[in-house]
């Protein structure tokens, strides 16, 4: 296996095992992190370094950003609230940001959120 592979090995030991330490270490060794890892990763985060959470929270945000190339202002704002609320564990953010992922196309990401 490729240093790359056991990396990747480990960030997904870590997102299932629920330890952020862990995940971040091993995202930092790979070369790319899609968005739905990054979304487990940024979830991980809130429930085990919450204090990281507002920074992942917008790198994340970056991320989807650069990737979908249809966002506009206004998505950009809901989505934003959409993660902030996630950040204080709030269900109907939750579930309102699984339906806004998958009306734009991003069924893996929003079933990460789910």
Known sequence: ?????????RFTRALKGGNAH???AAAAELRHVSLADALSLLLLIRDDRPV??????VRWFAK????????????ARELI???DGIGR?????????ERWL???GYDDEAGRVA
């Open 64 to 75: 989807y950003a650069a990737d979908d190339r249809y966002l506009l202002l206004r998505d």
């Open 102 to 104: 998958r009306a734009r």
């Open 81 to 83: 609230d959409l993660l």
């Open 1 to 9: 296996m490729t240093s790359q592979g056991h990396a990747y090995s």
């Open 52 to 57: 990281l959470y507002d920074k992942a929270a």
């Open 22 to 24: 862990i995940a971040l």
């Open 89 to 97: 564990h709030d269900r109907v953010a939750v579930v309102r940001l």
